[in-house]
Each structure stands twice: as structure tokens, then as C-alpha cells.
């Protein structure tokens, strides 16, 4: 029997972390998660989340779905978790889920944000690992302009890592916009979409970073929208200064906090 359906919201620096996805040997999110809900259940718990965070990603809001196999309280079983993750994890939020709920497939929009320093303290070890230390100035006009054309539905095959296969590359994205920081240390990239490609984010950032510095003109960030093939695309930015930051589900209660 698959037990009882809980989800969890989690907030972790994915500077030590290779990713999301549990793996033999490297140390993962969900080999930590997975790990704590085993010692809680007595059996082997499976995580699913919705969306696989690569090396070095960040959450604010990553949320991931899992069966237990007796009734636990939210807040009792929140209690439990935070208890037995390891200090760069935190569990934001428990809370029972919908019969069959999964936090992959039911998952509506998923939404990242990325941050750019462009001041010198980009540099320092308190900024560094959780932005681009990029310590150059950017043109926000040509940022706004690049992240206006990802807007709507659009096959983002040459914004993508290769050796994906998918039944489609088509994305529709609801938020593209570029905000800036206080005092002048750069810039927040957020996007939000129905569903997203491995390395997307990453890869639509670094394009636009180099359309912002005239390193490439804007026309090429449409172009690459009609491309197949991701040659002509930027290389993609640093992961450090990625967060996934939320996700809408069509209902989910609010569990306890």
C-alpha cells in the first residue's frame, strides 16, 4: 500500500549538493530527504519533486510529494524533518495532498528567478556563492528587451542542453522581466512557465547577459527561437545564481508552517 500522501516545501543551498536527483555516490537533495522520511517510515520512501535542480541550484520553494506509510500530523511530521535534515535543507511547509497527487505532473507553472552582481562586492565570499559575480555593468534596456521576446509559447530547443529527447521543446512563458537591485548591484532575472527544458533558465540568461553587454545583437535571441540546434546560444550562466522559487498547483492546502 502506498500509505499516506503528504507533500513538502523545501528551501536548500545547492552549493553542496549535486543537484536534485539521488545518485549512487554524490550527495543529492533527495538522497537527504529520502533518507530522513526512511528513518521516519522504516522503509525506503521515494521524493518526487517538481523539478530537478541541477549542481549548484538554489530553492526557495522547491516542493516535492512522498507517501508515508501511517498518519502523521502535518506539524508533527514537519517537527520530525527538520529534525533529521541536514543544516543546508530546510522544510518550509508539510501538509497532506489530493489522492494521487504528484508534484512533477500535477505541477501547473514552476518559477526561477536569477540573480547578476554587477558592482566589485559581487565578489565577496557572502555574494558569490549565490549570484553571477559578474562585477560588470549591464545595459538594462537590452536586458528588458531580450527577456520581452521569451514571452508566450515558443519551442526553446536551442535554449536547451543537448541529448535531452522530448515529444516537444514548446514552453509557454507567463513572466520574463529583468528587475534591478538596490544600490546598483545588478539585476534579478525572473521567469516563469508551464514547463521548462534542462538548463534553460541558464542558458536564456546567458544570451541575454551578452546581448545586455553588445557582445551580440538582439536579433540573435529571436533567431535562436527558430534554431534546432543550441551552437549558436551563449554558454549558459553560472548555476550559483539560480533559484527555484515556487510552484502553482491547480489546489494544495496549506499545510502547517
Known amino acids: 500500500m502506498p500509505g499516506t500522501p503528504f507533500y513538502a516545501v523545501l528551501h536548500y543551498d545547492g552549493g553542496g549538493f549535486s543537484g536534485w536527483q539521488r545518485q549512487a555516490s554524490d550527495r543529492t537533495v533527495q538522497g537527504e530527504l529520502e533518507q530522513a522520511l526512511e528513518r521516519l517510515a522504516g522503509r525506503r520512501v521515494v521524493a518526487h519533486a517538481a523539478g530537478r535542480t541541477d549542481a549548484g541550484v538554489h530553492a526557495l520553494g522547491q516542493l516535492v510529494s512522498f507517501h508515508l506509510p501511517r498518519e502523521w500530523e502535518p506539524c508533527e511530521l514537519l517537527r520530525a524533518l527538520r529534525a533529521l535534515t541536514p543544516d543546508d535543507v530546510w522544510v518550509a511547509r508539510v501538509g497532506l495532498a489530493p489522492p494521487g497527487f504528484h508534484a512533477r505532473k500535477h505541477a501547473l507553472t514552476r518559477r526561477y528567478r536569477y540573480a ?128 527555484l522559487v515556487g510552484v502553482r498547483y491547480p489546489q494544495l492546502g496549506e499545510g502547517c508552517i
Open 116 to 243: 547578476v552582481g554587477c558592482d566589485a562586492a559581487a565578489r565577496s565570499p557572502f555574494r558569490r556563492p549565490y549570484e553571477w559575480a559578474l562585477g560588470v555593468p549591464l545595459d538594462g534596456g537590452k536586458l528588458a528587451a531580450a527577456a520581452a521576446l521569451y514571452l508566450g509559447e515558443h519551442d526553446f530547443r536551442a535554449y536547451s542542453a543537448v541529448g535531452q529527447t522530448k515529444p516537444h521543446y514548446r514552453c509557454r512563458v507567463t513572466v520574463s522581466q529583468w528587475d534591478t537591485r538596490p544600490n546598483d548591484e545588478g539585476f534579478i532575472f525572473t521567469i516563469e512557465a508551464d514547463r521548462f527544458l534542462h538548463r534553460m533558465v541558464r542558458f536564456l540568461v546567458g544570451t541575454m547577459v551578452d546581448v545586455a553587454r553588445d557582445r551580440r545583437p538582439l536579433a540573435t535571441a529571436a533567431q535562436l527561437l527558430q534554431s534546432t540546434s543550441n551552437e549558436e546560444a551563449s554558454p549558459p550562466a553560472p548555476p550559483q545564481g539560480l533559484y
